[in-house]
């Protein structure tokens, strides 16, 4: 049973919301045997019936599928704990919280490592009343450019997408912004800490 869900979690979960395998088996719309069978190893929920019988069991799929809780340890929701992914396929842009799961065209995709700007990737960031205008003298050909400003601060994230043989520059609200990150697709992240 260790590959699929397992008949003790199953069970855990049954007797922790104080059900009986009939109840269960009647929210789910099998029988009381069904739910005995998946209990004692003999037998496993169709995959159509991973969703009923995690909100039956008051738990998401992938807790019932990992048998672990799943607890959201970023209580304070800190933006300045963001990730950014790029797909080396499209150039799509995700952005995350937190750590995630994210893939594209079939490619999973690590979360980058943002490195502080230097020579040759350096930003400027002038205060222009409630804004910020950031610019940058990256090259901007199709074969090397900068993908995206984005302007962080503890509550928001502001993205910007750059296009090449367009201008590397965007404008950000301040709204306490600390935190500028930007894209070249040939040399990775890089941050300017205001």
């Not at 990992?66 to 150039?91: D, E, K, Q, W």
């Amino acid at each position: 049973m260790d590959k699929y869900v397992t008949g003790a979690m199953i069970k855990a979960l049954r007797e922790q919301r104080a059900l009986t395998q009939l109840q269960l088996a009647q929210a789910l719309m099998v029988s009381d045997k069904t739910v005995s069978k998946w209990e004692t190893g003999k037998g496993y929920p169709d995959i159509t019936l991973l969703e009923p019988l995690a909100q039956a069991l008051n738990v998401s799929v992938t807790e019932l599928l990992t048998g672990r809780p799943i607890a959201n340890a970023n209580l304070s929701a800190n933006m300045l704990r963001s990730h950014f992914y790029v797909c080396p396929v499209c150039g799509n842009i995700f952005h995350s919280m937190g750590a995630a799961q994210i893939s594209c065209h079939g490619v999973s995709l690590p979360p980058l490592e943002a490195e502080p700007e230097d020579d040759r990737h350096m930003l400027t960031v002038e205060a222009v009343e409630d804004e910020y205008f950031v610019s940058c003298p990256h090259e901007m050909t199709k074969q090397h450019y900068l993908s995206f400003f984005a302007a962080v601060s503890t509550d928001r994230a502001q993205l910007v997408k750059l296009y090449p043989e367009g201008n590397a520059e965007a404008r950000f609200k301040r709204n306490m912004v600390k935190r500028i990150y930007f894209y070249c697709n040939r040399d990775g992240l890089f941050y300017h800490k205001l």
